[in-house]
Every structure is written in C-alpha cells, then in structure tokens.
Nanobody, 127 residues
Framework: QVQLVESGGGLVQAGSSLRLSCAAS????????MGWFRQAPGKEREFVAR????????YTADSVKGRFTISRDNAKNAVYLQMNSLKPEDTASYYC????????????????????WGQGTQVTVSS
C-alpha cells in the first residue's frame, strides 16, 4: 500500500505561481510512476503530468505545457507540481496518484491506470 498526501493549494490571482507537493509513504520502493491530475466541478478528472519514479522522465499535458513542471525527490519520497502563469481555467482540485511496479503499463495518462490517490488540494485562480 502507498499513502499520498497533497499540499500547497490555495487562492491566487491569475498570473501567479503555486507549487504543489505530494508526500508518499508506505511501499514507496514499489512506485514506478507518479502522476498529477485535476478535476473541476462537473468535469471529468484530467491528466496534468506524470513522472517516472526512478529515472525522472516527465511528460506534461499539452494544456499546461510550458507553464507546469513536474519533478520528484526520491530522498524525500515527494513529487512536486510547479505551476506558473496560472489562469482561471486552472481552477480545480489537484490530485497526485501512484502506480506500482507489476501493474499494467499504458500511457499512464489515464486516471484508471493509477491505483493509489491522495485526498486532493484545491487550487482557485481568480481573474
């Protein structure tokens, strides 16, 4: 089992920056992918970015590319999402997710590919 706890959300103005953190505990040695997703009210959960736990290879959704950066710190068992130039349409609950070794591997951009989820952190961007 893996436990995930997000932090760093808040209310900011458009154009501002935020850094989200996700702290992992439990069987972290078994993690191979970590992802960030977001969900706005009335909308489906949307892929934002993912990173490989060991090599740090990152992939970011086109909708946030150039503004959001995913990174990880294995020593701290943490994944981060640096969000710059925030827009009102970035308003959502942001969730981190983990995929463990041995599970099926796909694009790792779909929510159903991840078995472990945090409780989410709210990001609200005002215009």
């Amino acid at each position: 089992q893996v436990q995930l706890v997000e932090s760093g959300g808040g209310l900011v103005q458009a154009g501002s920056s935020l850094r989200l953190s996700c702290a992992a505990s439990g069987r972290t040695f078994s993690i191979d992918y970590m992802g960030w997703f977001r969900q706005a009210p009335g909308k489906e959960r949307e892929f934002v970015a993912r990173i490989t736990w060991s090599g740090g290879f990152a992939y970011t959704a086109d909708s946030v590319k150039g503004r959001f950066t995913i990174s990880r710190d294995n020593a701290k068992n943490a994944v981060y999402l640096q969000m710059n130039s925030l827009k009102p349409e970035d308003t959502a609950s942001y969730y981190c997710a983990a995929h463990l070794q041995g599970g099926p591997i796909g694009t790792m951009t779909r929510a159903d590919e991840y078995a472990y989820w945090g409780q989410g952190t709210q990001v609200t961007v005002s215009s």
